[in-house]
């Protein structure tokens, strides 16, 4: 049973800086691109950027030049280094595959706001 757990989120104010981690069972992060998501209030869910099994990333304009994707094989963790954050960036952070996600974990809100 795969299991993902985001967390790190919280509330920061514009130009600030947050990391946040998804640690994940049943699940071998390394065998999988991997991705995080978000979603803000009233939109959809968006891809933000991803992790492949040979290590290229991939990120949406909106965040290019400010988020970095990284991954731990050894935790089986993935992370999002996220910095210049801007209240557009405000949105439940969520991660999963990027091809055919598997069940979504709770995400970890993260608020952008002076």
């Known amino acids: 049973q795969v299991q993902l757990v985001e967390s790190g989120g919280g509330l920061v104010q514009p130009g600030g800086s947050l990391r946040l981690s998804c640690a994940g069972s049943?699940?071998?992060?390394?065998?999988?691109?991997m991705a995080w998501y978000r979603q803000a209030p009233g939109k959809q869910r968006e891809l933000v950027a991803s992790y492949s099994v040979s290590s290229t990333t991939n990120y949406s304009d909106s965040v290019k030049g400010r988020f970095t994707i990284s991954r731990d094989n050894g935790r089986n963790t993935l992370y999002l280094q996220m910095t210049n954050l801007k209240p557009e960036d405000t949105a439940v952070y969520y991660c999963?595959?990027?091809?055919?996600?598997?069940?979504w974990g709770q995400g970890t809100q993260v608020t952008v706001s002076s």
């Open positions: 049943g699940l071998r992060f390394s065998l999988n691109t």
């Open positions: 999963n595959t990027l091809v055919r996600p598997r069940p």
